[in-house]
């Protein structure tokens, strides 16, 4: 089982940016996908970006795209999710997961990750 941490987030202003970090513990990432996701309050999780094993390959929800870009370092075992110009709706526990399944496919259902990480607060104020 591979063990995810993430990190990078906090407080920011409408308009600014963050970068988010994933670092694998545990087994080797470089022969998986890996997603992002992120948990507004009161709602559910919800698909943010994904990476193909090699990093050829990514895939966003409508919202972020243009703004967020993901990327990984093998070499790290590290996955990075780079927000820019956020809004106060992209407020949430963001959640690195890594799909045990696929290396090229690029899903958006939480329920083809696993090994979900603790999550990460970002908070943009308006």
């Known amino acids: 089982q591979v063990h995810l941490v993430e990190s990078g987030g906090g407080l920011v202003q409408g308009g600014g940016s963050l970068r988010l970090s994933c670092v694998a513990f545990?087994?080797?990432?470089?022969?998986?996908?890996m997603g992002w996701f992120r948990q507004p309050p009161g709602k559910e999780r919800e698909f943010v970006a994904a990476?193909?094993?090699?990093?050829?390959?990514?895939a966003y929800t409508d919202s972020v795209k243009g703004r967020f870009t993901i990327s990984r370092d093998n070499t790290k075992n590290t996955v990075y999710l780079q927000m820019n110009n956020l809004k106060p709706e992209d407020t949430a526990v963001y959640y690195c997961?890594?799909?045990?399944?696929?290396?090229?496919?690029?899903?958006?259902?939480?329920?083809?990750?696993?090994?979900w990480g603790q999550g990460t607060q970002v908070t943009v104020s308006s």
């Open positions: 997961a890594s799909d045990p399944k696929s290396s090229f496919l690029l899903r958006s259902g939480v329920d083809y990750y696993d090994s």
């Open positions: 990476i193909s094993w090699n990093g050829g390959s990514t």
């Open positions: 545990g087994r080797t990432l470089s022969n998986r996908a």
